[in-house]
């Protein structure tokens, strides 16, 4: 080693420093330290922290946003179970409408039936004592027909006073059905 | 072409190729490549970090992401990891330190620098010297002189072991560890500068004394390149050694027991 530095013509030991490196090496870190940890790592730290902040904000503000979500969903759905049971609601009354209109609607025919039959009634019972006042009247002639019939032709005769008999009844039939 | 060279060529490579000719005369060694480097490896830092966080947002651009990694990884591997939660308050210097390092040691295979600061001693020594400062003065802060030295020397041990036991405990951390943290950077980088010189100039060397062994200096030119990737690897592993054992004397400076 000496015999190098011999060679060199300069004494330069390689595990003695030179002061002058020293002096320049201390003062060119001291500036590199002061400037990186004054300006820039500080920084850094409130960089990471503000990032750790927004990313757990972001949670929060996602977590807000998931509670109002939810809090709308059971909303819209209590509306939907509201707006069900109305519906029911209002599909019972129009059942029961329509059961009051059914009824009302028979009442009706019932009461026109009634109404008619009552009048059929009225008009048999009219022709009837329509008929009978015809027959009534009728009856009269056809008795004294009879009688004069009976009188004019001989008694003695059976079998000619029972087809007399029957003539009449038979008359009297025709004209009944009329 | 190569007889020319033959001459320039300096064999073996010597202590005296780590001091290069000064750049103007009568500035050595204030104003010499390896202290431009410095002041250089300064600069790049310090207008990087500025540049990329110069406005930081919440969503990162590219440039503040590179930026926020390289803090992120040494604030959470080793200031935080190493050191536990309350590391993270070390982890600005402990970034300055490694970046500083990482850059110097890059210097050695930058193709036309090709010569890391680190490898004078001054540099790492500055760096070995404060954290030696650091970790005493944290420990001597945290615990009071006293028990720091007790934690520190005392190791958990029968009484009659201690006579042998504290003189190596007191060797080891209050002597060697600046010299050792100092020594290793240095060595690394001095070695790897070494290595790349031998095998670079030796190809020159066995070129010129007959063309015979041509072949055998296009190997040791291809071996340049090969041991410049293993120096690439030993740059960042020396940087990351150096803070973590930074990291590692704070944390067993501030830790309750031995």
């Given amino acids: 080693m000496f015999s190098f530095a011999a060679e060199g013509g300069a004494e330069h030991n390689p595990i003695i420093p030179l002061w002058q490196e020293i002096v320049v090496g201390t003062v060119a870190f001291a500036v590199l330290c002061y400037v990186l940890m004054k300006f820039v790592f500080p920084r850094m730290e409130q960089t990471f922290q503000a990032r750790v902040e927004a990313i757990e904000g972001g949670i929060k503000r996602a977590e807000a946003a998931q509670a109002e979500a939810n809090q709308l969903l059971e909303q819209y759905r209590a509306q939907l179970a509201e707006a069900r049971t109305d519906a029911a609601r209002i599909r019972d009354d129009a059942r029961a409408d329509a059961e009051?209109?059914?009824?009302?609607?028979?009442?009706?025919?019932?009461?026109?039936?009634d109404r008619i039959i009552a009048a059929g009634k009225e008009q048999l019972a009219a022709e009837r004592s329509t008929i009978i006042r015809e027959l009534r009247a009728e009856v009269g002639t056809i008795a004294v027909d009879l009688a004069s019939k009976i009188v004019g032709e001989s008694l003695a005769d059976e079998a000619r006073r029972k087809g007399t008999v029957e003539r009449f009844l038979s008359d009297l039939e025709s004209s009944g059905a009329r | 072409m190569s007889t020319s060279l033959a001459a320039e060529v300096p064999w073996p490579p010597s202590v005296e190729d780590f001091f290069l000719p000064p750049i103007a005369e009568g500035t050595d060694p204030w104003f010499t490549k390896i202290t431009v480097l410095v002041w250089v490896a300064v600069a790049i830092l310090i207008i990087f970090f500025l540049v990329t966080y110069r406005e930081p947002k919440l969503v990162p651009t590219k440039r503040q992401w590179i930026a926020e990694s390289i803090y992120g990884f040494v604030r959470n591997t080793v200031a935080r990891d190493l050191i536990g939660h309350h590391g993270i308050r070390f982890a600005p210097y402990l970034t300055t330190l490694f970046c500083f390092v990482l850059l110097m040691n890059?210097?050695?295979?930058?193709?036309?620098?090709?010569?890391?600061?680190?490898?004078?001693?001054?540099?790492?020594?500055?760096?070995?010297?404060?954290?030696?400062?650091?970790?005493?003065?944290?420990?001597?802060k945290q615990h009071g002189f006293r028990k720091y030295m007790k934690n520190s020397l005392v190791p958990?041990?029968?009484?009659?072991?201690?006579?042998?036991?504290?003189?190596?405990?007191?060797?080891s951390t209050f002597l060697f560890r600046p010299f050792t943290l100092a020594v290793r950077l240095f060595a690394n980088m001095f070695a790897g500068h070494m290595i790349l010189l031998v095998f670079t100039l030796g190809g020159f060397v066995m070129l010129n004394s007959t063309p015979l062994l041509a072949p055998v200096s296009v190997l040791s030119?291809?071996?340049?390149?090969a041991l410049t990737f293993l120096e690439a690897m030993v740059i960042v592993l020396q940087a990351y050694v150096f803070t973590v054992l930074t990291a590692s004397y704070v944390q067993g400076a501030l830790a309750e027991e031995h």
């Fill in chain 1, 100 to 113: 009051g209109i059914r009824q009302d609607v028979l009442a009706k025919a019932r009461e026109e039936s």
């Fill in chain 2, 221 to 225: 030119w291809l071996m340049t390149i």
């Fill in chain 2, 156 to 171: 958990p041990a029968p009484w009659f072991i201690l006579p042998i036991l504290i003189p190596i405990e007191f060797m």
């Fill in chain 2, 106 to 140: 890059l210097f050695s295979i930058v193709p036309l620098i090709q010569i890391s600061p680190n490898s004078h001693i001054a540099f790492p020594a500055i760096l070995a010297l404060i954290s030696y400062v650091l970790f005493n003065y944290l420990g001597i």
